[in-house]
């Protein structure tokens, strides 16, 4: 009897952690604007926001098995309003992050899409750092001992991220990558 109790002890320990609690992030979108973002909870991990007194708003969808475990508020626009950024380690040291852009005319958040996740040497936003002057932001990403990803994004006004510059690293050998962004990395219209 006492070994099916510690069996039963075990599996409920375990169905906890698997079914992590939601998470609320309150932040200050700017003076007198708050925010509070919620992450549910795991297989589905949904995402939305409430602003202000408003109702909560559905972003995204984050799925999978790994938790969402990073929350970074920031202007990543420069448009005088706070965005976010979540990401999810998987216990590791490398941020698979995906980024948010308030926009006041709406009240909502936007994401910003990856231009090319398939080709990119990151495959998606790995570990953001935001320049604290202009819409840009870097990533990078470590694929082995010796092989490395690094990319430079513009942020646009419609809320895109313009490919900058896309670069991999293999040892003492750095190369660009074909990037579909831009030459000069400037915004240009998104295709209808």
């Given amino acids: ?34 925010a509070v973002v919620t992450i549910g909870e795991l297989s589905e991990q949904r995402l939305s926001a409430r602003v202000g007194d408003g109702t909560a708003q559905e972003i995204a969808i984050i799925g999978g098995d790994e938790e969402v475990d990073q929350f970074q508020d920031v202007d990543v626009d420069h448009d005088g309003y706070r965005d976010f950024v979540i990401g999810q380690t998987g216990g590791g040291t490398q941020a698979i992050s995906r980024i948010f852009l308030y926009r006041p005319q709406d009240g909502r958040f936007l994401e910003v899409p990856h231009p090319d996740a398939a ?28 092989t490395y990803g690094f990319e430079e994004y513009r942020v646009c006004p419609d809320g895109s991220a313009q490919a900058i510059s896309w670069t ?25």
């Fill in 168 to 192: 991999r690293r293999e040892g003492e050998t750095e190369r660009r990558v074909p990037h579909p962004g831009s030459r000069a990395g400037k915004c240009v219209p998104r295709p209808l």
């Fill in 1 to 34: 009897m006492r070994a099916f109790l510690s069996v039963a002890a075990l599996a409920a320990l375990s169905a906890l952690s698997q079914n992590a609690a939601a998470r609320d992030y309150p932040y200050s979108i700017r003076p007198g604007l708050s």
């Fill in 119 to 146: 080709a990119s040497p990151c495959r998606g936003f790995v570990n953001p750092v935001f320049d604290a002057g202009k819409p840009v932001f870097s990533v990078a990403c470590r694929y082995s001992a010796d």
